[in-house]
């Protein structure tokens, strides 16, 4: 991995913050007939992939939905292979991030999980938290209604509620705008997912699965988004 540019340097293309909902590991599994774990194993890859070339590319901070709050619906079996890939992936990676300047942020209601995986992320967010690079956000247990919920409340504590107050309390409060929301498989919607941060964000559906997400269509996603005209609700 190049260097990485610091936390608000802006990129010549102007993305500074995408978010990107990784759809489709379980398709990718059933057309191959293997079972839904080797497609979240390979989603884990892509998301290697992806965090390497978002660095290199520029990007100051990269959002991916993990984990949602409505996941934990799928089988027993399922979750727990997640759960064991999420901690794979923050052991074997971990190095990686701390030698490239990289800051991993977590988002959502980590406290359902595991003592051992609570023990892991706040272990991964202490070793980068000094990084001024890229900051790689992971969104766990994480749902957007209830994350401007605990919002409101928490402008309300202090005073009036008003959208910069709401703002102040997001999760991501810290984060640059959020500029693109890419996702793939073809599913066109949010689910649940950065609404409040979305509200003039770009979006871009793309029908590949998310195991096969690369590089390049990271690239042709970018140059997309220097050719919107972003209006803001001017004209």
């Given at each position: 991995?190049?260097?990485?540019?610091?936390?608000?340097?802006?990129?010549?293309?102007?993305?500074?913050?995408?978010?990107?909902?990784m759809?489709?590991?379980?398709?990718?599994?059933?057309r191959?007939?293997?079972?839904?774990?080797?497609?979240?194993?390979?989603?884990?890859?892509?998301?290697?992939?992806?965090?390497?070339?978002?660095?290199?590319?520029?990007?100051?901070?990269?959002?991916?939905?993990?984990?949602?709050?409505?996941?934990?619906?799928?089988?027993?079996?399922?979750?727990?292979?997640?759960?064991?890939?999420?901690?794979?992936?923050?052991?074997?990676?971990?190095?990686?991030?701390?030698?490239?300047?990289?800051?991993?942020?977590?988002?959502?209601?980590?406290?359902?999980?595991?003592?051992?995986?609570?023990?892991?992320?706040?272990?991964?967010?202490?070793?980068?938290?000094?990084?001024?690079?890229?900051?790689?956000t992971?969104?766990?247990?994480?749902?957007?209604?209830?994350?401007?919920?605990?919002?409101?409340?928490?402008?309300?504590?202090?005073?009036?509620i008003?959208?910069?107050?709401?703002?102040?309390?997001?999760?991501?409060?810290?984060?640059?705008?959020?500029?693109?929301?890419?996702?793939?498989?073809?599913?066109?919607?949010?689910?649940?997912?950065?609404?409040w941060?979305?509200?003039?964000?770009?979006?871009?559906?793309?029908?590949?699965?998310?195991?096969?997400f690369?590089r390049?269509?990271?690239?042709?996603?970018?140059?997309?988004?220097?050719?919107?005209e972003?209006?803001?609700?001017?004209?």
């Amino acid at each position: 991995m190049s260097a990485v540019p610091a936390l608000g340097d802006e990129p010549r293309h102007g993305l500074r913050h995408l978010a990107i909902i990784m759809d489709g590991n379980g398709r990718w599994a059933k057309r191959r007939h293997m079972p839904r774990v080797l497609g979240h194993q390979r989603g884990v890859e892509a998301v290697r992939r992806t965090v390497r070339a978002a660095a290199e590319l520029g990007l100051s901070a990269l959002t991916l939905y993990a984990f949602s709050t409505e996941n934990w619906r799928r089988p027993e079996d399922e979750v727990s292979a997640l759960m064991g890939l999420l901690k794979h992936f923050i052991l074997s990676d971990l190095d990686e991030f701390a030698a490239n300047n990289i800051r991993l942020k977590i988002i959502g209601d980590t406290s359902a999980f595991s003592s051992e995986i609570i023990g892991l992320i706040d272990h991964a967010r202490s070793r980068t938290a000094d990084n001024t690079g890229m900051v790689m956000t992971v969104a766990l247990n994480y749902g957007s209604q209830d994350e401007i919920a605990r919002a409101a409340r928490a402008a309300a504590a202090k005073g009036e509620i008003t959208a910069e107050a709401i703002s102040a309390e997001l999760d991501t409060a810290d984060l640059p705008p959020l500029d693109l929301i890419i996702r793939t498989s073809g599913e066109v919607r949010l689910s649940n997912f950065l609404m409040w941060q979305a509200a003039y964000a770009e979006m871009l559906f793309l029908d590949v699965l998310w195991p096969d997400f690369g590089r390049e269509h990271l690239e042709a996603a970018i140059e997309e988004y220097a050719r919107r005209e972003r209006r803001f609700g001017g004209r």
